[in-house]
Structures are given as structure tokens and as C-alpha cells.
């Protein structure tokens, strides 16, 4: 490729939860701006998710230092931490793994759902601050659609294990007797939904809330469970045993405090489950005599164990990756080609309208039906002319054949437009 795809990323994969939280980009408009004035690339995307902080860029030359450098500004920490913790591939690697995302095979729960949409946001997000380009998001189009192929052929996400349904199941494994429990889930987000869907599944009464009671009770509505205030869930956690957090608030929601308070009034354990990222439950509450607290590394351990059926499809979903990549590969190829092709057709229509103009002054022509038909002799003329070799330097291009493109910016006098820094 003339142009380089990138891909840095931390991902769960390599840091837990904890540490994975603190490289969290928290105003996307200046990471993007910082990105692209600073970093080198000159189209990026960001895919930020509870797993997850990905860059995926376009540039002629990709230079890992700088983009880590930019990272480390943004988010205030030490460039060292990057080092044990970054991943930074390019190119074909850079697409392969953009497929596995789509597809849902890179994630936590394998083939889960929630990633396509999030990919969807962040290219949709990226495109509006114009932060991504002709490349990044051709590409991401084209992934999307491949992702969704594969799932629908492979059958990777079948059986709805989601992050919600394996959180239910940990509860389950780790109380006697759920039905008799008082269960809370706080959130009415998209990860409540999928608490809500598995508990509302296996027979579970509950309690919803959130900041805003309206809120709360047309989630019910769809979902099952019992809206309750915010402000009195929050006065007193010792109506519950089961307490699922789901939200995206960036400070503890659940402290120390409270469930200490919570548990004076309490002759029953407390399990909490703490899907959030960043956490929403000060860990501080495990240390409380009674409290199980549980977080999305456990529900990672959990999920893995459950994946059995999902792993048989992984090997058939890896096979359409590999094929699908070098199709992938081939049209970010041809886009290199694109900008000078488009300027030759623009050139040369340019030309055909001024010579068929003068053309028609001389012949004073006024006759509609004749001028249509001088009209449609050229453009037939210059398109049976330039369309072969334009075909021929898109092929260059994607069999990534540079000399044939160099040769033709040449020949066709093509000026590159100069690269905004
Ligand atoms: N989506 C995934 O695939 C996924 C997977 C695993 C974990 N997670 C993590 O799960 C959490 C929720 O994700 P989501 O996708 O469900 O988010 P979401 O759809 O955006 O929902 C966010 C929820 O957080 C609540 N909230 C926001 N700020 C709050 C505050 N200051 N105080 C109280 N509640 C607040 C919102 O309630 P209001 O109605 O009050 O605004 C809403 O219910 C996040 O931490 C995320 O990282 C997500």
C-alpha cells in the first residue's frame, strides 16, 4: 500500500480492567485534534469501548513513537506504561484485526453483538469532526459489512452469552437460592439491557434505577423489574443481596461508605457486580465482612469457560478473515490510485467541454438534437480512450504495482495535493 493503515490498541487482551481504565481518551475532539496535527496521521479513527482503546490511522509513513507520544499527552501518562501495555501493528495486520472486531472474534464474549454498534458510532463520530477520510472510512464500510456477514454465516454470536447473562450466571453460581434474593440492577443502559433480558429470562424478580425515575420505568416496560428511586436506592443498600452496577458515572456510585452502612443493617451476605468500566464500585467494598464484589475480569474468566460452543465456529470465522483480508487489501490498494484518476477523468472532461464548445461556435449550431449528438460522439471518443488505461492504473495499484502510478503521475502531469500536517 502507497498509504499505511495503522492500528494501535490496549485492549484487555494484555492489561486488566484497572489498568486498562487509565489510557481512556476522555475528550474525543482533542484526541482526535491532537492525533492529526501531532502524530503524523492525517485520517484517524478512535474505537473506545469498556475492552478497549484503539487507533486505527492513515498515513505515507506510520511512526509508533509519535502516536504513543500523542497518547500519553492526552491522557497524562507516562510514555514507559505504554510499552507493557500498547499493541501496534499495520497494514494487513491493521485490516485482519479490523475484521476480527467486526466479526466479533477480538472480543471479551466472543461474537458478541455490542461491538458492531460500537464500531458503527465511532466511524460515525470520526467522520462527523472529519477526522477520518476517504480511506479510514471506505475501509470501515467495508469491514462493517464483512463483520456482519460473517456473524450471519458463521453463527459465532448464537446462543446469547452476552456480558450481562454471564454476570447473571456468576451470581447464580455464587448464592444459594437467587429467586428469594433481592436483586438490584442500577443503569438502563445498553449493558442493563442485557442484565435485565438474562434475569427477566431465568424467572428473577428486580429492581431498577437510575438518575431518572421516568427513565427507569419505561425501561421496565421493555425489560421487566420494578423501577425504583435513585435517591432512595442510594440512602440505603440493605434492601438488597444482589446489587448489579451498569454505568457509565465517572465516580464510585457504590462507596465504601455506604455499603459499610448497608451491611450494619444486614444479617445476609451482599454480592456486587460491578460491570462497569471505569468501575462504578469502590473495590474498597470487598474488604467488608459478608460482601462479594465481582468485576468485568471475572466475568472475562467466566465468559471464557462458557465459550465452548462459540470456539468450534472460531476456526471457520479465522478462514473468512484471511480470505476476506487480501479483498480488503486490494480496494485500499486501488484507493491510492484514486485521487490521480479522478483528477485525469476531471482534466480531460475539462477539456473535451472546452474544444466541444468551440466546436459547436464554429459550426453555429443550434440544433438540440444535433449538439446532443456531438455531445455524446466525444464523450464516447474520450471515454473509449482513457477508460482502459485508468482500469489498468487502478489495477496497478491494487496488485500494489507503485512504478505503474509513479509512471502515470508523470505522464498526466498529476499534482499531489499537499498533506494537511
Ligand atoms: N457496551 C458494552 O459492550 C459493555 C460491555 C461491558 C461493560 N461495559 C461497561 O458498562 C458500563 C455501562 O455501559 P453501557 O454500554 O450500558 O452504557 P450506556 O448505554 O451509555 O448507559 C449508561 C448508563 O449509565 C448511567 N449513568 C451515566 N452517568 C451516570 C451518573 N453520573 N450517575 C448514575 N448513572 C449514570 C445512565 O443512566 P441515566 O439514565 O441516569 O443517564 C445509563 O443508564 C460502562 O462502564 C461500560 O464501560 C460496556
Not at 172 to 177: G, K, L, P, R, Y
Not at 374 to 397: G, H
Request: glycine residues 6%; neutral net charge; charged residues 30%.
Amino acid at each position: 500500500m502507497n498509504q499505511k493503515i495503522i492500528n494501535a490498541r490496549i485492549t484487555f487482551r494484555n492489561s486488566p480492567i484497572h489498568i486498562l481504565e487509565q489510557f481512556t481518551i476522555k475528550d474525543m475532539n482533542n484526541a482526535y485534534d491532537q492525533f492529526r496535527k501531532h502524530s503524523g496521521l492525517d485520517e484517524c479513527v478512535i474505537i473506545q469501548t469498556c475492552n478497549r482503546i484503539e487507533l486505527f490511522g492513515k498515513s505515507k509513513i506510520s511512526d509508533a513513537n509519535k502516536i504513543q507520544k500523542i497518547w500519553a499527552a492526552i491522557t497524562g501518562i507516562e510514555e514507559e506504561e505504554f510499552k507493557k501495555n500498547i499493541e501496534f501493528v499495520e497494514n494487513q495486520d491493521a485490516l485482519h484485526h479490523l475484521l476480527k472486531l467486526t466479526s466479533g472474534l477480538d472480543s471479551m464474549v466472543l461474537g458478541e453483538e455490542q461491538i458492531l454498534g460500537q464500531i458503527k458510532n465511532s466511524i460515525t463520530s470520526a467522520r462527523e469532526v472529519k477526522a477520518s477520510g476517504q480511506h479510514l472510512n471506505t475501509l470501515f464500510d467495508k469491514a462493517i459489512r464483512i463483520g456482519t456477514r460473517i456473524r450471519n454465516s458463521s453463527g459465532i454470536g448464537a446462543g446469547g452469552i452476552s456480558v450481562g447473562s454471564m454476570a447473571v450466571k456468576l451470581a447464580e453460581e455464587n448464592i444459594d437460592d437467587l429467586k428469594t434474593k433481592q436483586v438490584l440492577l442500577i443503569g438502563t443502559g445498553e449493558v442493563s439491557t442485557l442484565v435485565a433480558k438474562s434475569l427477566q429470562r431465568r424467572g428473577y424478580r428486580f429492581d431498577v434505577t437510575s438518575r431518572t425515575i421516568g427513565r427507569s420505568e419505561t425501561f421496565c416496560e421493555a425489560m421487566g423489574g420494578s423501577a425504583v428511586k435513585f435517591e432512595e436506592v442510594l440512602s440505603g443498600f440493605d434492601n438488597y443481596d444482589v446489587i448489579f452496577v451498569a454505568t457509565t458515572a465517572p465516580y464510585f456510585l457504590v462507596t465504601n461508605e455506604k455499603i459499610t452502612q448497608a451491611m450494619r443493617n444486614k444479617d445476609k451476605g451482599m454480592m456486587i457486580l460491578d460491570l462497569s468500566n471505569p468501575r462504578t464500585v469502590d473495590e474498597k467494598v470487598a474488604t467488608i465482612g459478608g460482601v462479594k464484589l465481582m468485576n468485568l475480569d471475572q466475568i472475562a474468566e467466566m465468559v471464557e469457560k462458557n465459550m465452548n460452543a462459540r470456539l468450534n465456529k472460531v476456526k471457520i470465522v479465522e478462514n473468512i478473515i484471511n480470505e476476506e483480508v487480501s479483498v480488503l487489501e486490494a480496494s485500499m490498494k486501488r484507493l491510492d490510485a484514486e485521487p490521480l484518476v479522478k483528477d485525469v477523468f476531471k482534466n480531460i472532461e475539462n477539456l473535451r467541454e472546452k474544444e466541444l464548445q468551440k466546436a459547436l461556435q464554429m459550426l453555429d449550431e443550434k440544433d438540440e438534437r444535433k449538439i446532443k449528438i456531438i455531445d455524446a460522439l466525444t464523450k464516447a471518443v474520450v471515454e473509449s480512450i482513457v477508460s482502459t488505461p485508468m482500469n489498468n492504473i487502478r489495477k496497478a495499484s491494487e496488485q500494489g504495482n507503485p512504478d505503474v502510478i509513479d509512471l502515470a503521475t508523470k505522464l498526466f502531469d498529476y499534482k499531489k495535493p499537499k498533506q494537511t500536517d
